[in-house]
């Protein structure tokens, strides 16, 4: 069995990196940072619901850190009977987007499992051009805007 724990970041602050793709050379792989966490911020979520490896590499950036932790086990109990209540939420959701309105009550109930519920605050990028990413986004409340950068080509 995988040990999966989630994190809460109590105080201080941490980094979050990556392992720098591609890396020819021997151990250590060098890490590219990827963001930062401070007091409030929870991680560790997805190797937690998927049993997954880790995707990323924590370092703790101030003089100390004070987490709570809870291990897959106590997650559950804690989240079970309120996940029941946010599960039949997200289905009733889901059900209104077309591209899930046809879906059967059991399909769409393991749509609903696998999603994450998440906020974001005016001004938050969620996607970088460029970046490759493995996550789509269901907009439920609120609006965002969409920009390209490229490259015009002039004729002549």
Same mark, same amino acid.
């Given at each position: 069995m995988m040990l999966t724990i989630r994190y809460v970041i109590l105080e201080g602050? =941490? @980094?979050? @990196? =990556?392992?720098k793709p591609g890396w020819p050379g021997p151990p250590p792989i060098p890490q590219?940072?990827?963001?930062?966490?401070?007091?409030? %911020?929870?991680?560790? %979520?997805l190797a937690l619901l998927n049993d997954l490896l880790r995707s990323t590499s924590v370092t703790i950036s101030s003089d100390?850190?004070?987490? =709570?932790?809870? %291990?897959?086990?106590?997650? =559950?109990?804690?989240?079970?009977?309120?996940?029941?209540h946010e599960t039949t939420d997200k289905m009733t959701f889901l059900k209104k987007v077309s591209l899930f309105s046809a879906?059967?009550?059991?399909?769409?109930?393991?749509?609903? %499992?696998?999603?994450?519920?998440r906020q974001a605050k005016e001004d938050t990028v969620l996607i970088r051009e460029g970046q490759t990413l493995a996550t789509a986004f269901v907009i439920r409340k609120g609006t965002c805007a969409v920009f390209k950068n490229s490259a015009i080509k002039k004729d002549g």
């Open positions: 602050t =941490i @980094s979050i @990196s =990556i392992n590219i940072p990827v963001a930062a966490m401070r007091e409030g %911020d929870k991680f560790g %979520d100390h850190c004070t987490f =709570i932790t809870l %291990d897959k086990p106590q997650f =559950i109990r804690l989240m079970g009977p309120a996940n029941k879906m059967d009550r059991k399909s769409l109930k393991q749509v609903a %499992d696998k999603t994450v519920v």
